[in-house]
């Protein structure tokens, strides 16, 4: 089989059981999307990889059995699994592996859509994220903000769900500066340990990215793309 016939989706990888829902039924939503094509699920954090179903496997342990495949680093932002994580384990393997680019950009339309279902964006927006330290990552997602803060059009903070500027600051900030009705737009695909924490501080919260459909689309097409770009090279 080629790297065409194979696709491994890198993810980061969660205990959360809503979590490993919201994956399965993305991984299955892109297989539907590319009959003929089998779809594996691999966690690039071993450390939230035990006591999960075999179909939820650190991504080194999954490149071995898959053989020559296509790899899809499922994440928003290109931050140290993407720069580091998936290299190594990709340069380790013994196949042949093309690794196509993350989903930055993907969920763009999602927010939107989440921000509405909740009610609109209100006067100020907040996007909630798993912080980085990785300057390009950083850099991603506060283009992220604007690009959603054009789209709503009101002003959009970038938040860190675990760290500082913190949910809870950003929101405060919001409402010194005069926004009576502040939204939480979490940029996650799941809820997660960070729920509970965003839900008391008196905010409106909009959904997770969740198993929505346009991400699966995303996923799928970047492996479309990279079947066209091999197959264009091999043409020269």
């Known amino acids: ?26 991984t299955d939503r892109v297989a539907a999307l590319l ?13 939230t990889a035990g006591g999960v179903h075999d179909r939820h496997r650190v991504l080194a342990d999954v490149l071995a059995e898959a053989g020559d ?31 196509t680019a ?23 927006a907040v996007l909630a994220v798993v912080g980085s330290r990785q300057l390009r990552a950083q850099a991603e997602v506060a283009r992220a903000a604007s690009r959603l803060a054009r789209r709503l059009g009101v002003p959009v903070s970038v938040a860190d769900l ?17 926004a009576a009705d502040v939204l939480v737009v979490p940029y ?6 960070w729920t509970h924490r965003v839900a008391c501080l008196g905010a409106r919260v909009a959904a997770p990215l969740g198993e929505h459909p346009n991400i699966a689309a995303a ?9 066209v770009r091999s197959a264009a090279n091999l043409g020269r």
């Open 35 to 47: 009959p003929g094509v089998t779809v594996h699920t691999a966690w690039v954090d071993a450390a």
């Open 1 to 26: 089989m080629s790297a065409a016939d194979t696709l491994v989706l890198a993810w980061h990888g969660t205990r959360n059981p809503a979590g490993h829902t919201v994956i399965a039924a993305l």
């Open 188 to 193: 996650t695909l799941a809820p997660g340990l």
């Open 219 to 227: 996923i799928a097409a970047r492996h479309d793309t990279s079947i």
């Open 102 to 124: 993350h989903l930055d950009g993907a969920a763009d339309g999602v927010l939107v859509e989440r921000a509405r279902e909740a009610g609109g964006a209100g006067d100020a």
């Open 162 to 178: 675990f760290g500082s500027p913190s949910v809870a600051q950003r929101v405060a900030d919001a409402r010194e500066a005069g």
């Open 69 to 99: 495949c296509t790899l899809v680093p499922c994440f928003l932002a290109e931050g140290y699994h993407v720069t580091h994580d998936i290299p190594e384990a990709v340069a380790a393997s013994e196949h042949t592996v093309r690794v």
